[in-house]
């Protein structure tokens, strides 16, 4: 005959597997980016394979793999037509930074050199220093420019993978969750589903609106730095909306960045002055921030990151610092998570117990009883059953509002004079107290 575990060696067995999975998921975390990545793509395609399923009836694989292949076709398109201009204006801005350089140090020397001396600030040491910033920036400009995609081949076996993954998660995302509901007891499948609906809603809403985010601030800015005659408008534009995923400092980051180009480019448009140029890029970018919070962040994502912009903060710096640009685009989501995760398990734990005592002096009042658990979850119910109210038949009956009592979290509990009812409610797995004196008559049911 086989041994089984007790409770106890049961809870010992479980904290093991989960320290020893922790400690694995931490040793391997540089290896878990593709997947990371693969998850970011779930969120933000599933809903569109699971539309066209439900109109289709289609295989979500076939779906997929069609979508995968028309999504190849448009990034190839884009990088025929759009990354030969964007390597140009790279290695432009690359060359043009030591003019700008030149160009600041001049202006120093002719309106702000005597400030400078009177404040103490020895001139060579700013050339020195704008010298240093000027090559830390062609070299930082110089790198990006680089394809990452072609420099190791770890880079391209993370990329098989992420492809893999993404394909499997975007197909079977929700069979893998269903299979990590199943671990839980039963009792617990209602409070899993509607703690996974809040954090699926939180990071689709937030993964899927930042990537759109991204594309219109890219077009929007594109578009206006190519009226207004700015160099380099595809590469700011571009970093412009890569710039969105940081809440807060990102916008301005961006717009410094634009300013920056149109004060110190060759030759300006209209007849403006550089100074004019930099003004309306300037209003330019004010303009489109004040449109993006009034009308896209509030259709796109929704009011859902409900943090403080200080913990915002201080949250993309951890998760930049830990992750890179992984942690970045993750930081603010998994926050909100953290917190969701947080206020629920608060909520557990600071909870009163809820606990009702109901008559049952009919085999109806039991059957209004289970109708009524959908109302009651996470309640602690003791039933009190008066004699000769259940006999040998009705075992289904209480199966199913033990069945009942574990889907609906109901910490449910018998005491019955009755030796059957004992008996029955016993055998189906509910705690039971059997008494030997009768119960008054005086009580009523349920119901009445």
Sequence with gaps: MEVTFSPRARAIVVWIGFIAGALLLLEAAHALKPFAWAIITAYIFHPLVSFIHRKTRLPKHLITAWLYVMLGLVITILLINFLPPLVDQLKQLQDEIPNA????????????LSRLQRLGVEADYV??????????????????????????????????????????????????VQSIRGVFNRRYHNEFDR????????????????????????????????VFGVSYALAV??????????????????????????LFQDTTPFGWSHATLAIVVGLLYFTLRQLEDAFVIPLVIGRIIH???????????????????????????????????????????????????????????????????QEMTNATIVVLIEPNVLDWDDLPLVRNLAELALD?????????????????FTAAGVSTATIPTSLPVAMEPIGR
């Design 195 to 226: 703690l996974m609906l809040d954090i699926n809603s939180t990071l689709g809403a937030y993964i899927r609106g930042q990537a759109l985010l991204v594309v219109i601030m890219s077009v929007a800015s594109y578009v206006g730095l190519t």
């Design 237 to 262: 534009a571009i970093a412009t909306g890569f710039l969105e995923l940081i809440p807060i400092v990102g916008p301005w980051t961006a717009g410094a960045i634009a300013v920056s180009v149109a």
């Design 307 to 373: 943090l403080h912009p200080l913990l915002v903060i201080f949250v993309i710096v951890v998760g930049t610092a830990l992750g890179g640009i992984l942690g970045l685009v993750l930081a603010v989501p998994i926050a909100a998570v953290i917190k969701i995760i947080t206020t629920y398990f608060y909520g557990k734990v600071m909870a009163r117990e809820t606990r009702h005592v109901e008559v049952i002096a009919q085999r109806d009042d039991l059957e209004r009883l289970g109708h009524q658990f």
């Design 408 to 424: 609906h979290a109901v910490a449910l509990s018998a005491v019955t004079p009755d030796g059957i009812a004992g008996s029955l």
């Design 101 to 112: 350089v030149d160009d600041a140090q001049t202006w120093i020397n002719r309106h702000q």
């Design 127 to 176: 050339d020195t220093r704008l010298n240093e910033i000027g090559k830390q920036a062609a070299d930082l400009i110089g790198n990006a420019a680089l394809p990452l995609a072609l420099r190791t081949v770890s880079v391209a076996i993370d990329f098989v993978i992420y492809l893999v993954a993404s394909f499997y998660f975007i197909v079977y995302g929700d069979r893998f």
